[in-house]
C-alpha cells in the first residue's frame, strides 16, 4: 500500500484516495461559515473552524449560548425572523448546524441563499425519531422495535405488542435522555401519556444491551466518507457519562459500526458529521439506536486523540475541503462534568490540572444545573486502570470546593 492511501484509508474509510484531491469550489480560510445554534457543540465547531482561519458567525435565540464569546459575530433573534436570517445569509458562505433541533422551514429558507451543510433533508430525518427509523428500515438497517404513537389507546396496544419492558419517547425534540418513560407492561399508559404530554411518540422496546458504542463519520463534498475509531459509551440517567476510545468490541464488530455508519452516511448523502448510536448485543450484533448530523458528546476525545478532531473535520467537510485523516493518536477516555459538580460552588480544578495526561474543556456556561453538560475533560491511555482514573479523578472533584 502507497503511504497516502495508509493515511487516508486506515481501514476505516470507505474510499481509499489514490491522488490529490480537488478543491476546486471549496470555502477556503478567509471564508465566513454560519454556525444556527450557539451551545457546546457550536463552541468547539467555532474554534476549529477560527483555528483554520475562517470567520465565524453564530445564530441562536439566546444571546447566551458558549459559542457567542468564541464568534466574529453572532446575531441574536428567533428562528422565525426572516429579516434576521437573510442577514444571518448575507454575512455567510456556507452554513451548519450544531444540533438538529433549528425548525426545517428556516434551513429551507437559508437554502435558497447559500450552501445548508448538513441540508434540510437530512436535518429533517434526523430530529424525528419515527421519521429516523423509518429511514433506517428502509436501507436495510436494523433498529430496535418500535411503535408510531399518537394517543394514549395506541400506546396500551403497543405495550401489549411489544410484550415487555419499553421506552416511550417524544418523537421530536428529545435529548440527553429528556422526553422518556420507561414502562413495563401493565404500567398505567393514560398517566404516561399525559405525562409525556407530545402530540406524537416512540414506543421501543427496551434492549438488554452488552454496550453501548457510537460512530462519527464524515463525508465530503466529494463523497468520500471516513469513519473515526469507534467509541464505547456509558450513559447515566439518559446521559453520556463516559466514553472510552478505542472501543471495548472485538475488531469484527467495530468494523461492522464504521460499515453500518458509511453505508448510512452515504445514504443520507449527508455533507459534514454523520453520528450513529448503536446497543451492542451479547451475540455482537447491532441496532442502531439514533443519529446526529452534527459532532457529538461522544466524540469530544477526537480533540487529543486523533489527528483531527471530530470538530475540525466538520468543518473540512462543510467547507469543501477533503477530510483530514483520523488515526487514533492516543487511546483516552472522556468523562462528562455536569453540573451537579458545582453544588458547592466551582469545582477544584487543581485537582485535576495538576494530573498528567488530562485535557480540560469547559464550556464558560454561565448557570450550573444538575444534568447541565458544563465540560468534560479527557484522559489519555488505555485500559480498565486508566478508565477507573478518570472516574476517580472526577469523584475527588465532586467533594471539592475551590
Ligand atoms: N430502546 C432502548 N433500550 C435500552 N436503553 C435505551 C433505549 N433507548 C434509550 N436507551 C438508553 O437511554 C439513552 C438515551 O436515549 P437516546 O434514545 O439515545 O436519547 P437521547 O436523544 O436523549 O440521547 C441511550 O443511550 C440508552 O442508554
Ligand atoms: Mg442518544
Not at 39 to 55: D, E, N, T
Not at 95 to 116: A, H, Q, W
Not at 205 to 231: D, M, N, T, W, Y
Amino acid at each position: 500500500m502507497r503511504k497516502s492511501e495508509a493515511i487516508i484509508d486506515n481501514g476505516q474509510g470507505v474510499t481509499p484516495k489514490e491522488k490529490t484531491p480537488s478543491i476546486t469550489g471549496a470555502f477556503l480560510p478567509g471564508a465566513t461559515l454560519g454556525i444556527l445554534g450557539s451551545g457546546q457543540l457550536g463552541r468547539m465547531s467555532a474554534m476549529a473552524a477560527k483555528s483554520l482561519g475562517y470567520r465565524v458567525v453564530v445564530y441562536d435565540e439566546t444571546p447566551e449560548g458558549p459559542a457567542v464569546s468564541c464568534a466574529d459575530l453572532a446575531i441574536t433573534a428567533s428562528f422565525n425572523d426572516p429579516v434576521a436570517l437573510v442577514r444571518f445569509a448575507s454575512e455567510v458562505d456556507v452554513v451548519t448546524v450544531e444540533f438538529e433541533n433549528i425548525p426545517v422551514s428556516v434551513l429551507e429558507f437559508l437554502e435558497k441563499r447559500k450552501p445548508v451543510r448538513p441540508s434540510s433533508r437530512v436535518v429533517l430525518i434526523c430530529q424525528d425519531r419515527i421519521r429516523e427509523k423509518e429511514f433506517l428500515l428502509s436501507v436495510g438497517i436494523a433498529v430496535a422495535p418500535f411503535r408510531a404513537i399518537t394517543s394514549a389507546l395506541q400506546l396500551k396496544k403497543a405495550l401489549a405488542a411489544l410484550g415487555g419492558d419499553s421506552i416511550l419517547k417524544t418523537a421530536a425534540l428529545g435529548y440527553d435522555g429528556k422526553g422518556q418513560i420507561s414502562l413495563k407492561p401493565g404500567n398505567d399508559v393514560t398517566a404516561a401519556w399525559e405525562q409525556l404530554s407530545a402530540p406524537l411518540a416512540v414506543l421501543e422496546q427496551k434492549i438488554a444491551f452488552q454496550s453501548e458504542a457510537s460512530v462519527i463519520c464524515a463525508r465530503s463534498v466529494s463523497g468520500e466518507s471516513l469513519c473515526f475509531p469507534v467509541q464505547t459509551n456509558v450513559h447515566r440517567d439518559g446521559i453520556l457519562d463516559v466514553t472510552t476510545v478505542p472501543a471495548n468490541l472485538p475488531e469484527s464488530v467495530a468494523s461492522k459500526a464504521r460499515a453500518i455508519a458509511s453505508d448510512i452516511a452515504e445514504k443520507l448523502g449527508v455533507i459534514g458529521l454523520i453520528t450513529v448510536e448503536f446497543f451492542v448485543l451479547a451475540d455482537g450484533s447491532l441496532l442502531v439506536n439514533e443519529l446526529a448530523p452534527r459532532p457529538h458528546n461522544s466524540g469530544h476525545h477526537t480533540l487529543e486523540t486523533t489527528m483531527t478532531s471530530q470538530f475540525a473535520q466538520h468543518i473540512r467537510a462543510v467547507c469543501g475541503l477533503p477530510l483530514g485523516p483520523v488515526m487514533l493518536r492516543s487511546p483516552g477516555v472522556m468523562i462528562n462534568l455536569l453540573g451537579d459538580l458545582w453544588k458547592a460552588g466551582q469545582p477544584d480544578w487543581k485537582l485535576l490540572l495538576r494530573e498528567s495526561g488530562i485535557f480540560l474543556h469547559l464550556y464558560g456556561k454561565k448557570g450550573a444545573k444538575p444534568g447541565r453538560k458544563m465540560g468534560h475533560f479527557t484522559l489519555l491511555g488505555e485500559g480498565a486502570t486508566v478508565r477507573d482514573r478518570a472516574i476517580g479523578l472526577r469523584t475527588l472533584l465532586s467533594h471539592s470546593e475551590s
